[in-house]
């Protein structure tokens, strides 16, 4: 893999497969792709595995937590942040399992 430069001045990423025929996949030959191509589907790969993440969590996960039980977390200041101690530990509180995940950001329909 290496990267080039066309005549217009646009940077392209040239690949060549070194693996035997029979092991290639994906890149059975030399491919050229932009920079700008290469960004976009490396975007689109991260979202579709953070997709599949979101559907695994709700399909699998939730439905088999006990969202009334209480776990110990971290207390939070208004900003978000865990709220730090003297002694450097964090202060902590007992919240529902609900609570907790709202606090990251997963808003469930009650």
Known sequence: ????????????????????????????????VRIADLIDWINRAIATVDNLGNYLLVRYIIPRLDLTAKVTAPKLDKGGWPIVKADHTFEVEEITVADHLAQCGIRLAR
């Open 1 to 32: 893999m290496f990267v080039a430069e066309e005549k217009n001045a646009e940077s392209i990423i040239v690949v060549r497969c070194h693996r035997r025929p029979s092991d290639r996949e994906e890149f059975r030959q030399e491919i050229q």
